[in-house]
């Protein structure tokens, strides 16, 4: 395997215990672990991370390497836009998003990201008003 640019591609953890790099793409049918790094200058380069998600196969870990973000939980139902502040993280912190948090991320400035996490069964469902 030669050196993989981290920004365009991603690690699949395969069951039997090896890894695959592939080109960057978060579907919700990706089975077993998958690890990405992502750079964005703003939210909305995040893409589906603005809206509201929740991967009830496993818990999700974001790590931010250079920047800050905040990560709200939904607390009611699809009415509840905005959500509530559940921790704000800065360079070299991370954080678990446990599987059964409906959650959404928000950047505070320019961020590169390592997150890890079990796509396969990923729900998205966009904010309401945004």
């Known amino acids: 395997m030669s050196a993989v640019d981290l920004f365009s591609s991603m690690f699949r953890l395969r069951h039997d215990g090896t890894v695959h790099a592939e080109e960057f793409t978060m579907r919700p049918d990706l089975d077993g672990w998958t690890a990405v790094t992502m750079r964005a200058e703003t939210t909305a380069d995040l893409k589906s991370a603005a809206n509201w998600m929740r991967h009830p196969d496993g818990d999700e870990v974001m790590c931010v ?17 905005d959500g509530e502040l559940r921790v704000r993280v800065g360079a070299g912190e991370a954080f678990v998003v446990p599987s059964d948090a409906w959650h959404r991320v928000e950047l505070e400035a320019p961020t590169e990201m390592l997150v890890v996490l079990r796509a396969e069964g990923t729900l998205i469902e966009q904010r309401h008003g945004h």
């Open 65 to 81: 390497l250079s920047g800050a973000m905040r990560i709200y939980y939904r607390t009611g139902g699809p009415e509840d836009t």
